[in-house]
């Protein structure tokens, strides 16, 4: 079980957020091999989902309330750091996002920007593929919901 903390920006540590900001580079930037703004000034909006293990943070995502990101409220930059992945923790910490957006947003529809491998994955959380794939950062998403 992931120890999860959810924070806005200004409750962040220094510490917290140096460890955000590396975790989401060294999978976004460094081993999909994208080139890409991840700062964004988009986090000062976020609350941010913190899953640490054993005082190591190896899960996050960042959600929104609806109009911050899409007009329904949303979850981003979901990762897990590669090394942890077989533990199924992406799926604790998407649990953990859904239901935070249900306790501080009262919020039950969710949009996100999926990169199209892990459909499949999100489909599993109960989100359902919206629209055409396009490509963002050279990579294809797609948009789903959860209602």
Request: one cysteine or more.
């Amino acid at each position: 079980m992931l120890d999860i903390k959810i924070k806005s920006f200004n409750e962040l540590s220094k510490q917290e957020l140096y460890d955000v900001l590396h975790l989401r580079s060294e999978v976004f930037v460094v081993e999909q091999d994208c080139v890409y703004q991840d700062i964004d000034y988009k986090d000062q909006k976020a609350l941010h989902v913190l899953g640490f293990k054993d005082n190591m943070l190896i899960a996050y995502t960042r959600i929104f309330k609806p109009g911050d990101y899409f007009t329904e409220a949303s979850i981003g930059r979901v990762v897990v750091a590669k090394d942890k992945r077989q533990y199924k923790y992406g799926n604790e910490i998407m649990n953990a996002s859904i239901i935070a957006i249900k306790n501080k947003f009262n919020q039950n529809t969710i949009r996100i920007s999926a990169q199209c491998y892990l459909k499949k994955f999100y489909k599993n959380l109960g989100f359902n593929a919206v629209g055409e794939e396009y490509l963002e950062d050279d990579i294809p998403h797609i948009n789903m919901v959860y209602s």
